[in-house]
């Protein structure tokens, strides 16, 4: 079984950056899929970003493109998410998620529209921005 560990959430004002970190307790061997999502109460985990981590390729929703920048460090089996030029609207828990599977960077990078595609998760980190 794999873990996703967040951290780096916090509180910071608007305008601010943070970086968000996702450790997996293993390297996921059976995935090359990874990315994160975000949720506010009441409404449905959206995907922020994705990363298919063969090619390098990355997506981003509309929202946090220019602003947003996800990475990974293969030998710490780490995942990032750089946060710039935050707002109110970026305020959510964020999710790490992993897909257990081997998929295209096509694939990986429609996976960004529902969290169904995604099959492991950590615990979430909350980001709050305030003005």
């Known amino acids: 079984q794999v873990q996703l560990v967040e951290s780096g959430g916090g509180s910071v004002e608007t305008g601010g950056s943070l970086t968000l970190s996702c450790t997996a307790s293993?390297?996921?061997?059976?995935?090359?899929?990874m990315g994160w999502f975000r949720q506010i109460p009441g409404k449905e985990r959206e995907g922020v970003a994705t990363?298919?981590?063969?090619?390098?390729?990355?997506y981003y929703a509309g929202s946090v493109e220019g602003r947003f920048t996800i990475s990974r460090d293969r030998a710490k089996n780490a995942l990032y998410l750089q946060m710039t030029s935050l707002n109110r609207e970026d305020t959510a828990m964020y999710y790490c998620?992993?897909?257990?599977?081997?998929?295209?960077?096509?694939?990986?990078?429609?996976?960004?529209?529902?969290?169904?595609?995604?099959?492991?998760w950590g615990q979430g980190t909350q980001v709050s921005v305030s003005s």
């Open positions: 990363m298919s981590t063969a090619a390098g390729f990355t």
């Open positions: 293993r390297y996921i061997y059976s995935s090359n899929c």
């Open positions: 998620a992993a897909v257990n599977g081997l998929i295209s960077g096509l694939d990986c990078g429609n996976r960004l529209k529902s969290a169904t595609g995604f099959d492991y």
